[in-house]
């Protein structure tokens, strides 16, 4: 049986007839059908096309009155499980109260008024978080023994489309004794009586539950047993159930060390350890200097490209601090080229700013200030010549805005989806560390979550605080003066003659190399891929000016648009000039191609997408933030 809601004024039975409440329910028989005129049987005369307007009139009467009326749940949103579960019992004191719905909403409806916590008619104060589709509570102060609580989530909360909860909402638990057991420590890194431990290492202890961080790091110690128990320096962090003690230099080999945790650090219902816990280990013998086992390029190479990485491979792990600027170098003469360190692995590489010249001699060299963990050095510096291959490809416009694969001005970069990665690049903004969200680089995380994991193959430069320094924000500050001043040289101003061969369409063309301006001050591509025709020449060069924005891409599964390359054509060599936003396929997918250069801001696919949005390029904004869901950035040679 279908139940569909008429408006009272709807003719029935040839009348109009006033109502209760303004409306009227008809229930349709699944073997039958009515008339509107009439209120006899007339199954031969009503089809299904009846049916869908009737449906479509109950749609648009709201998500609610759906749910109620013909139960289109999956209209609106729903809770499909919370944390504690309903009557849950002997729940820990220190919970947090958490509910996971069918779909995304608006953040913004999810806060203290529409998601509540009481004990009794007492509300509970806490702190209301939204992420993914789960919506959390954490309560300011623990809750109280063997008590009581019931969490409400009421029809406030909305999704993006303003559609709420047909009710509230609401669960009860129940929470345990209180704790009165003490805490123990149930596994450490290294283990009691470990040996050959390496000299860089970080000593852990984790606890049989969550800890009072100040008094866990306050009494967490290691002491030099063979030096009569000389006491270690190092920092001591906490985080879940882990007291993780790093030493601030490295330790010393072939020696014995104590680790201690003194029995008053106590968990969080105040519960102090039973015994002092105590573990000792041996770190490895002296061991032997590291060597350079290859190059790229090899010694004496020719032919060289001029974007070339230069990289080495020792014999054994390093130390990566001690691989720098100043410990790895590269030379054209007695000129020293700029140029960004990184290591990975037992391999250290050398990034340079801009490309090399070509035809040209350059000598690397990685001295003996290169170090293993232990602090043993080279026993010589190691040197080795190559020369760049006669190129004819045109400079390089980015300078040191070449490297990145986005940069987000002085507003940050933000990644929501787990399959970010930037290929050959680097990310760079102007701004704090804090405003790189959901990235990480080696072992540097920028606020990833569960959700938002992002891989950077190069480097991540920012401002302070760390991982950002000084040195990273001096980068991030020439890579935006760069870019800035390629995006001025490829504006109508310094590049004019621009056509627009598709008033401002672009989809279905395909486009042999030249300037191209919106007439309008905006560039789609919306009617089909875009391709660009080399013609064989492999220095063919495109660029495409818009005074305001540019959308590729239509809403929809279907949606994803592509820039394509044909006969040569190269994505180095295409340039968007965008006098405010980029929209890359905001419903994700689709390969774009070419370097982005927009002064406000540039945006690939919409939060909730999984189809993988690629660029072959990079997406460069000069005054607001780069946003990728599930996005591939191929930074070019």
Sequence with gaps: MVKVLLHRNYPVAGRKKKLPSD??????????????????????????????????????????????????????????????????????????????????????????????????????????????????????VSLTANTMYVATISTGVKDPGNNAMVDNYTWSFTTGAPDVIPPVVTSTDPLNAAIGVVFDKKISATFSEAMDSLSTTSNFSLTNTTLGGQAIPGTITYAGTTALFSPLVNLAAGTTYTARIIKNAKDLSGNKMANDYVWNFTTAGPVTPPTILSTDPANLAVDVATGKVISALFSKLMNPVTLNNTTFLLKQGLTTIAGNVTYTGSTASFSPLVGLASNTLYTATITTGAKDPSG?????????????????????????????????????????????????????????????????????????????????????????????????????????????????????????????????????????????????????????????????????????????????????????????????????????????AATINGAGGGVMTGTIIANSGVTFSTAGNAAQTVLNGRAISLVASVTMVNTTINVPN
């Excluded at 289109?72 to 729903?78: G, I, K």
């Excluded at 999810?110 to 954490?138: C, D, I, P, R, W």
């Excluded at 001005?409 to 930037?422: E, Y």
């Excluded at 279907?558 to 994505?571: D, E, F, P, T």
């Design 23 to 140: 409306t009227m329910k008809i229930n349709i028989p699944d073997a039958e059908c009515f008339s509107l005129r009439t209120r006899t049987n007339c199954s031969k005369l009503l089809n299904s096309k009846w049916l869908s307007f009737l449906l479509l009139i109950a749609v648009l009467a709201g998500c609610k009155k759906v749910n109620e009326e013909i139960g289109l749940t999956s209209l609106c949103p729903a809770i499909i499980s919370t944390s504690p579960i309903h009557q849950a019992v002997g729940v820990s004191l220190y919970t947090q109260v958490a509910a996971t719905f069918n779909k995304a909403l608006n953040p913004g409806s999810v806060n203290s008024n529409t998601f509540t916590l009481k004990q009794g008619t007492n509300l509970v104060a806490g702190l209301v978080t939204y992420t993914g589709v789960t919506a959390t509570f954490t309560p300011a």
């Design 376 to 580: 043993t050095s080279m026993l010589t510096d190691y040197t080795w010549t190559f020369r760049t291959a006669v190129t004819m490809v045109p400079p390089n416009i980015l300078g040191a805005a070449a490297m990145f694969g986005a940069f987000g001005g002085n507003a940050g970069i933000t990644n929501q989806g787990l399959n970010t990665v930037i290929n050959n690049g680097s990310l760079g903004t102007t701004a704090a560390s804090s405003l790189i969200t959901g990235f990480h680089e080696g072992n540097n995380i920028y606020t990833e979550t569960p959700l938002n994991v992002g891989n950077v193959t190069g480097k991540i430069y920012t401002a302070p605080p760390f991982p950002g320094d000084a040195t990273s924000f001096a980068v991030a500050t020439k890579g935006l003066l760069d870019a800035t001043t390629a995006y001025l040289s490829i504006s109508p101003a310094a590049k004019p003659g621009g056509i627009d061969p598709g008033a401002g369409e672009l989809g279905g063309l395909t486009l042999a190399p030249g300037i191209y301006k919106s007439a309008s001050g905006t560039f789609n591509i919306s009617n089909g891929n875009l391709t660009l025709d080399a013609k064989g020449d492999p220095n063919a060069e495109w660029i495409f000016q818009t005074a305001s924005g540019l959308t590729v891409g239509i809403a929809g599964p279907m949606g994803a648009k592509s820039v394509l390359l044909i006969n040569g054509a190269m994505a180095k060599n295409v340039y968007w000039y965008v006098g405010t």
